[in-house]
Nanobody, 120 residues
Framework: QVQLVESGGGSVQVGGSLRLSCAAS????????MGWYRQVPGREREFVAV???????IYADSVKGRFTISRDSAKKTVNLQMNSLKPEDTAVYYC??????????????WGQGTQVTVSS
């Protein structure tokens, strides 16, 4: 049974930083590309960043240069360092595996989500 558990969300002021972590179990972590996604109420969930099984990093244009995704295969964790946060980054952030579908990424296994709120 695959389990993904996020932590590290919270409230921060504009320009601040947060670090999200996701602990994975029940899957052969080294073989999976992993991603972070986010969703605002009333809007579709959107891709934020992916780190492929080989370490390649891919970012949405909206976060490029501000967010950094990383993984620790020994600990089976994937992290998202978020710097220079903006109010538009406010959302529930989800950890999931990442499968390329056309021009986008989507997940099959999802965590429960963690709230990030950026206030001005």
């Amino acid at each position: 049974q695959v389990q993904l558990v996020e932590s590290g969300g919270g409230s921060v002021q504009v320009g601040g930083s947060l670090r999200l972590s996701c602990a994975a179990s029940g899957l052969n972590f080294r073989d999976y590309s992993m991603g972070w996604y986010r969703q605002v109420p009333g809007r579709e969930r959107e891709f934020v960043a992916v780190i492929r099984y080989n370490g390649d990093e891919i970012y949405a244009d909206s976060v490029k240069g501000r967010f950094t995704i990383s993984r620790d295969s020994a600990k089976k964790t994937v992290n998202l360092q978020m710097n220079s946060l903006k109010p538009e980054d406010t959302a529930v952030y989800y950890c999931a595996d990442a499968v390329k579908s056309g021009s986008t990424w989507n997940g099959r296994y999802w965590g429960q989500g963690t709230q990030v709120t950026v206030s001005s």
